[in-house]
T-cell receptor, first 112, second 111 residues
Framework: AQSVTQLDSHVSVSEGTPVLLRCNYS??????LFWYVQHPNKGLQLLLK??????LVKGINGFEAEFKKSETSFHLTKPSAHMSDAAEYFC??????????FGAGTTVTVRA | NAGVTQTPKFQVLKTGQSMTLQCAQD?????MSWYRQDPGMGLRLIHY???????DQGEVPNGYNVSRSTTEDFPLRLLSAAPSQTSVYFC??????????FGPGTRLTVT
């Protein structure tokens, strides 16, 4: 069994300040973990993925995430938010098969 | 390389009507899947396929049928539309490390 909990349904930041989106997971196996971004009325785009290589994963658009097995966490960060980062973000887990489990999503608002 | 394409983008149906949502991918991926997205619930898996001729049910399969006659295409059929099927539908195909590539979605309203 696997599941994902995104700890914040909504995060609001000022442009130029750091962004932190929190994700905890559970998995019976060594998981693969992903973050996806969805801009309004668009499909989902893969930001980054963890697949048992380096625990610090760098993705597109300056995002990165750290896999912490002891804390069962995979938090997403960005040092400096941009207006274009306003979107919904999904943390996703796979127990190394093709069935993914999605978190409920975190909506990010960026204030000018 | 178009990735994953879906048609139509928007559709309005009356209760009881049937229709097919089309999905195609040009990445030669074996695994394809259909999700529905409802507010506050993330994405939920409807049906999936691990290759041509092989399909299986996901988390919320009732009211939907699929078939997979080719690697490229994976249509989703609504047999008798109900208002509870109003949603945004996404098709996806998977790469070798289980990451999924999503189409742009179909926004369906059932009245």
């Amino acid at each position: 069994a696997q599941s994902v909990t995104q700890l914040d349904s909504h995060v609001s930041v000022s442009e130029g300040t750091p962004v932190l989106l929190r994700c905890n997971y559970s998995s019976s196996y060594s998981p693969s973990l992903f973050w996806y971004v969805q801009h309004p009325n668009k499909g989902l785009q893969l930001l980054l993925k963890y697949t048992s290589a380096a625990t610090l994963v760098k993705g597109i658009n300056g995002f990165e995430a750290e896999f912490k097995k002891s804390e069962t966490s995979f938090h997403l960060t960005k040092p400096s938010a941009h207006m274009s980062d306003a979107a919904e973000y999904f943390c996703v887990v796979s127990s190394n098969d093709y069935k993914l489990s999605f978190g409920a999503g975190t909506t990010v608002t960026v204030r000018a | 390389n178009a990735g994953v394409t879906q048609t139509p983008k928007f559709q309005v149906l009356k209760t009881g009507q049937s229709m097919t949502l089309q999905c195609a991918q040009d990445m030669n991926h074996e695994y394809m899947s259909w999700y529905r997205q409802d507010p506050g619930m993330g994405l939920r898996l409807i049906h999936y396929s691990v290759g041509a001729g092989i399909t299986d049910q996901g988390e919320v399969p009732n009211g939907y049928n699929v078939s997979r006659s080719t690697t490229e295409d994976f249509p989703l059929r609504l047999l008798s539309a109900a208002p509870s099927q109003t949603s945004v539908y996404f098709c996806a195909s998977s790469g070798l490390e289980y990451e999924q590539y999503f189409g742009p979605g179909t926004r369906l309203t059932v009245t």
